[in-house]
T-cell receptor, first 110, second 115 residues
Framework: GQNIDQPTEMTATEGAIVQINCTYQ??????LFWYQQHAGEAPTFLSY????GLEEKGRFSSFLSRSKGYSYLLLKELQMKDSASYLC???????????FGTGTRLQVFP | GAVVSQHPSRVICKSGTSVKIECRSL??????MFWYRQFPKQSLMLMAT?????????EQGVEKDKFLINHASLTLSTLTVTSAHPEDSSFYIC???????????FGPGTRLLVL
């Protein structure tokens, strides 16, 4: 079966660092994506990992370990506008479908 | 990144009517588009994969006769919710993949309310 797990909710303080974990068990794997979704809006692309290691993009970084079925999204220098849901998604083989986790709702407090 | 549009952004309809939602890739050609549904405080659930020039592939539990998908061109896919009922009220989101790219880009979503 397909299973992608993320924490349901997290809280953090403005200026801090937060790590959102994602574990997956899927029949196929062709990349892992992180999306940000603000309430009432569509998801926006944050990062893509297909090889093991860390991908850094400004304040956001994403890590992947394929052998462990594990990824995390690291957000640095948190801002109030980072309050949103963060969705982890695995691309399936051979269908190319994205299989989404339940999402992690992050609240950033002043 | 690539731009995907959806129309309408919001629609309210009476029970029993049909609603058509359009998804367009504005600056790239998308051989494949995906349709998702999202209920409040839940994640995205894939409904179907739309391939240009061929029949859509529906996920298990999604009624193909109720949710009609047409991918008539490389930049347009439509989802028609036929005989809508209140339980069809949801946030419908399409995404498209630029053939040579790895990323799916999402449209802004359509909020459907069936009274």
């Amino acid at each position: 079966g397909q299973n992608i797990d993320q924490p349901t909710e997290m809280t953090a303080t403005e200026g801090a660092i937060v790590q959102i974990n994602c574990t997956y068990q899927t029949s196929g794997f062709n990349g892992l994506f992180w999306y940000q979704q603000h309430a009432g809006e569509a998801p926006t692309f944050l990062s893509y990992n297909v090889l093991d290691g860390l991908e850094e993009k400004g304040r956001f970084s994403s890590f992947l370990s394929r052998s462990k079925g594990y990824s995390y999204l690291l957000l640095k220098e948190l801002q109030m506008k980072d309050s949103a849901s963060y969705l982890c998604a695995v691309r399936d083989i051979p269908t190319d479908k994205l299989i989404f986790g339940t999402g992690t709702r992050l609240q950033v407090f002043p | 990144g690539a731009v995907v549009s959806q129309h309408p952004s919001r629609v309210i309809c009476k029970s029993g009517t049909s609603v058509k939602i359009e998804c367009r890739s504005l600056d790239f050609q998308a051989t494949t588009m995906f349709w998702y549904r999202q209920f409040p405080k839940q994640s995205l659930m894939l409904m179907a994969t739309s391939n240009e020039g061929s029949k859509a592939t529906y996920e298990q539990g999604v009624e193909k006769d109720k949710f009609l998908i047409n991918h008539a061109s490389l930049t347009l896919s439509t989802l028609t919710v036929t005989s809508a009922h209140p339980e069809d009220s949801s946030f419908y989101i399409c995404s498209a993949r630029d053939g040579g790219a790895e990323t799916q880009y999402f449209g802004p979503g359509t909020r459907l309310l069936v009274l």
